[in-house]
């Protein structure tokens, strides 16, 4: 599966971006699909994502802020970003888990897109 991430950009603080990630198969069929990042010196953290069965989960830290969407007819998940604040400057990442038998499942990641919110 590739995911291909797009939207990214500078933007300044109280500004809004929505980051698309179109993958090349069915995302319904997907265990999860949705938004990591990862900022300079700090591990990757998840943003929001779509579990199976269509619920989200998203980080504390950007909740009220940021919405996770989907149009599994395009097999595009979109991030809405809004209210961004420097410290939502991060490389965003694409993420699916993809059952691939019954016994296994495997992680893909986009190439990621850069955020960068100034002061």
């Known amino acids: 599966v590739q995911l291909m991430e797009s939207g990214g950009g500078l933007v300044q603080s109280g500004g809004s971006l929505r980051l698309s990630c179109v993958a090349s198969?069915?995302?319904?069929?997907?265990?999860?699909v949705g938004w990591y990042r990862q900022a300079p010196g700090k591990e990757r953290e998840l943003v929001a994502v779509?579990?199976?069965?269509?619920?989200?989960n998203y980080a504390d830290s950007i909740k009220d802020r940021f919405t996770i969407s989907r149009d599994i007819a395009k097999n595009t998940v979109y991030l809405q970003m809004n209210s961004l604040k420097p410290e939502d400057t991060a490389v965003y990442y694409c993420?699916?888990?993809?059952?691939?038998?019954?016994?296994?499942?495997?992680?893909?990641w986009g190439k990621g897109t850069q955020v960068t919110v100034s002061s």
């Open positions: 779509f579990r199976n069965g269509g619920t989200r």
């Open positions: 198969r069915n995302i319904a069929s997907f265990n999860a």
């Open positions: 993420y699916a888990h993809i059952q691939v038998s019954i016994e296994g499942s495997v992680e893909e």
